[in-house]
């Protein structure tokens, strides 16, 4: 069987505003780097994402999902999949956060996602090597969203490994 994640968004409540990370569910969280921004969420069978500059730009902002299940560390690819659209023309960057002691290291696909006000149902394909498992004692996907001010909606997000 091959590991895979849908994030519940028709069961999930949440709502609120981060200088830093806020869980939104297990294994779900959003944050925003330093303090010179702020990100907004609020749920209603979407996810709606705001942020906002306070002192300038802000470094970076995210939504990061855990693959805690071990079955991930067996997959040779990971599929990440988006249906999404933002207010004005934006990029998303997917990452693969492979976790080692003491460190971790970012995969990045060869381009970033761009999102447009239509919405779009858009992804990318991680290659892994068994050599970059070596040592892995979790991963997370993360999506990295534009460093400007923007609205985001993320209508479904799902990742799944295959062998």
């Not at 569910?25 to 330093?34: A, E, N, S, T």
């Not at 599929?79 to 934006?90: E, K, S």
Request: charged fraction near 20%; include cysteine.
């Amino acid at each position: 069987m091959h590991p895979n994640y849908d994030i519940p968004l028709g069961d999930l409540d949440a709502t609120g505003t981060t200088t830093s990370v806020s869980e939104l569910m297990p294994g779900l969280r959003v944050g925003i780097g330093d303090t010179s921004g702020t990100l907004s969420f609020r749920t209603d069978g979407a996810l709606h994402l705001e942020t906002r500059e306070t002192d300038g730009p802000y470094e970076w902002a995210e939504i990061s999902i855990s693959l805690a299940d071990p079955a991930w560390h067996l997959c040779r690819r990971i599929h990440f999949q988006i249906t999404v659209c933002a207010t004005l023309p934006v990029e998303v960057m997917p990452a693969l956060r492979l976790f080692s002691v003491g460190q971790f290291h970012d995969l990045f696909p060869a381009a970033p996602i761009p999102v447009y006000p239509e919405t779009i149902r858009c992804g990318c394909v991680f290659d892994l090597i068994p050599r970059q498992m070596v040592d892995i004692e979790r991963m997370d996907l993360q999506l990295f969203l534009s460093n400007q001010e923007h609205q985001l909606t993320v209508f479904d997000m799902s990742v799944v490994g295959t062998h």
